[in-house]
């Protein structure tokens, strides 16, 4: 799997409507270049784990390669007392005894899962690494501040060595230019990886997309994610590209009102926005009238941001396609906030995974069904 590895672009992506429908919708041959993780959790509010899978493989097609994780986060926000059954087969996944057993019968399972070791209870780690490895699928091991900050990753190294088939991913979570301007650190640290494990296949994960974009009309982020990729590269050529797919590493919680209309359009090395508050008084304004507004200001957003100097107006991608539509009033366009996040994972995942390239419209994209 990770010897002869044909994947531009390793994301880690969260089981949620925005960016599921935003991986569905990319062409075929995007797709094809693309090896997602997914920490498991449960899918909106079915109540079986099956369902989060079907969900993935319907997503990525039912024979595509991806790559299984955890959501921890999924079972420590809930209360017990309101668990599905899907919370309670998640609680089994999680259950360290005799090293992860029951996520390893559950990867061995599913054909396509691409396997990653559980690090929370290295007791059996083991047997849970051998496990795995037996599987012949490559094993992944995914590093997070808190394993480096804990010395997990010096424990395990010496049982990694004897492993064949290996994908390190250094998720450093949400990151800043800080980081960007420390990267001499972040190397160190894969030189010492690389350096016990020198056939393993290396990759950085990390993401800077912001949490806030009040006060501003019209701005532009810098994606500090792929500025530390491009610096690491340097040194680690063959280095794999990972992010969060332009999302936080930690969801945001929603808040009581609306957030007003903004649209975000994702380029190589920046993301641009644009965002439009309601009118004064939208709050005492009935329903109709309020989602009445909220198109319109989502349809002169689509037609301030086609008439942007990065707007690539000759790319035959989905999510080019709704912001002409969203333009024009079409009631399939955006009209809401989750709809606008789709768009711009949509064109964050195609603008990544051909970062090096030039990418013509007569050869993007595959039909789309509305």
Known sequence: MFTNFKYKYSPILSISPSELNALKELPNKDKDLILPIFPLKSWATTKELSKTIEKIESTIGKNNYWIADIDYSDLAKRDKAKYRQVHFELEELIDSSNGYRNWCDFIKEHENCIPSVQLKDLSGFAYQLNTLASLQRGVVVIIKPFDIESKVTQNILPELVNIQDLF?????????????????????????????????????????????????????????????YNKLKIDFPDLIYSDRGSTRATKMSGGAGVPPPRIDYSCKDEWNFIRMEFSDNNASLPSELKKEEKKELYTLIAQKI??????????GLWANYIIELTSKGDDYGINNAMKATAVRINKHLHTQVHYDEVVYVDDTDDDWVD
């Open 168 to 228: 390190i991913v250094l998720d450093l979570e949400q990151i800043t230019k800080a980081q960007v301007d420390a990267k001499e650190d972040i190397a160190n640290y894969l030189r010492v990886i690389q350096q016990a494990l020198p056939n393993a296949l290396l990759s950085v994960s990390s993401t800077s997309f912001p949490d806030g974009f009040g006060g501003y009309y019209r701005s532009v982020n810098t994606i500090y994610e792929r500025a530390l």
């Open 306 to 315: 086609m008439l942007e100097p990065y707007w690539e107006s000759d790319l």
